[in-house]
C-alpha cells in the first residue's frame, strides 16, 4: 500500500491549503485513512480520518470546524481541506492507512504512512 502527500505550502494565518493524499482506490474502498501532523519539538498528533464504519469520520479538536475531510474513491485520493489556518497548524502533513475499513485517532494502528507534506502558516 503506497501513499503520497501533497500540497503543503506557506500561507498566511486565516488563510487556506488543500493536501491531497494519492492511494489506490481499492486501498480507499477498503481501508480508513487518516491525517496525522508534527509540528518542530513535538509529538505527532492525529489530525482526522475517513473511513467506511459509523462514524465515518472523525477529527481533533483542535481542528473541528476549520478541517474538513473528504475522498475521491475513484481517484483514489483522500483530501484535507483545511481553512482559517492558525499559526499553530504549522507542521509535517502525513497521510496514513489501516488494514481494516473502520477510523482511528491512534497512529499505532496505521500501518501504513506515506511522506509528509510541510505546512507553514504565518502570523
Known amino acids: 500500500v503506497q501513499l503520497q502527500a501533497s500540497g503543503g505550502g506557506s500561507v498566511p494565518a486565516g488563510g487556506s491549503l488543500r493536501l491531497s493524499c494519492a492511494t489506490s482506490?481499492?486501498?480507499?474502498?477498503?481501508?480508513?485513512v487518516g491525517w496525522f501532523r508534527q509540528a518542530p519539538g513535538k509529538e505527532r498528533e492525529f489530525v482526522a480520518a475517513?473511513?467506511?464504519?459509523?462514524?465515518?469520520?472523525a477529527y481533533a479538536d483542535s481542528v473541528k470546524g476549520r478541517f474538513a475531510i473528504s475522498r475521491d474513491v475513484a481517484r483514489g485520493t483522500v483530501f484535507l481541506q483545511m481553512n482559517s489556518l492558525k499559526p499553530e497548524d504549522t507542521a509535517v502533513y502525513y497521510c496514513?492507512?489501516?488494514?481494516?475499513?473502520?477510523?482511528?485517532?491512534?497512529?499505532?494502528?496505521?500501518?501504513?504512512w506515506g511522506q509528509g507534506t510541510k505546512v507553514t502558516v504565518s502570523s
Open positions: 496514513a492507512g489501516r488494514r481494516t475499513s473502520s477510523i482511528s485517532i491512534d497512529a499505532r494502528t496505521y500501518h501504513y
Open positions: 482506490r481499492r486501498t480507499l474502498s477498503n481501508n480508513g
Open positions: 475517513i473511513g467506511w464504519g459509523t462514524p465515518s469520520t
